[in-house]
């Protein structure tokens, strides 16, 4: 059985993933000289690129520290979680519906995507022509945001954790495929988190206006984690 319009657009809350630190609110000091690895900001934001770029499984999340994703139909996505696999995704998500709070579920297998009534609960697959996530690409999300990030620089290198933190920021038109509709005038903050080690993609905080409905002060994080583990989506029974 094919799902409603409604809950087909509501699908869509997969592009999204998140667990919540106070990162992005760090406000940007000058490190010293010995502080900082020898590679620029941009430089390192490009090893992180190419490491990422050779991930084949990651779990990620997504959420708010301030505001809300508009996803469609007044669905308002507030935090999601999911993970990648070598042959598909699927999506654990939270969001509200006017006055309604909705769990969504959805797997993406190949070509098939199944997705639980908001409502009910129960499974239904999509057909292909009506899926919500032909658009949606992960992988190429982490790629877009690494290699269009702009103006890098350090905030601080924290050697105890091994960490980086950059700042830039980003042309809203790269996150099409986390938040769906953006403002494309909009080139909001962005912070990354890089570990040294093995030069990936920890966190993201973007701070600012991405979707036209945005505060100013929306903050969203992504962040990710269980690198190159062994998994796979199955089908929902």
């Known amino acids: 059985m094919r799902v409603k319009a409604l809950y087909i657009l509501a699908g869509l809350v997969f ?9 992005s609110n760090e406000q940007p000091i000058t ?3 010995q502080s900082l690895p020898q590679q ?3 430089e390192a934001i490009e090893l992180s690129r190419l490491a990422m770029s050779n991930v084949k499984s990651f779990r990620f999340q997504f959420t708010h520290e301030i505001g809300q994703t508009i996803i469609a139909l007044g669905l308002e996505l507030t935090k999601a979680g999911g993970l990648v696999a070598p042959n598909g995704i699927n999506i654990e998500a939270e969001a509200n519906l006017g006055r309604a ?3 969504i579920e959805a797997a993406v297998i190949d070509e098939e ?24 690409d992960p992988v190429k999300m982490v790629s877009d945001i690494l290699a269009e990030t702009k103006q890098a ?6 050697s105890s954790n091994k960490e980086l933190l950059i ?12 938040v769906g509709s953006v403002d494309r005038y909009s080139e909001p903050l962005v912070f990354l988190n890089i570990e040294t080690e093995t030069m990936l993609l920890k966190r993201v905080a973007i701070r600012g206006m991405v979707q036209p409905e945005d505060d100013p002060d929306t903050v969203r994080i992504i962040t990710f ?6 998994v796979s989506i199955k089908r929902p029974t």
């Open 225 to 230: 984690s269980d690198f190159n583990k062994t």
């Open 153 to 158: 620089e350090y905030v601080k290198y924290t």
């Open 40 to 42: 620029t900001a941009s």
């Open 31 to 33: 490190p010293t000289t």
């Open 15 to 23: 592009i999204v993933m998140a667990s919540v630190t106070a990162c």
């Open 101 to 103: 709070f909705v769990k």
């Open 113 to 136: 995507t199944w997705m639980t009534n908001p409502l009910t609960g129960v499974w239904s697959e999509i057909a292909p022509e009506n899926s919500p996530f032909s658009f949606i």
């Open 167 to 178: 700042k830039g920021s980003l042309p809203a038109s790269s996150l099409e495929n986390l």
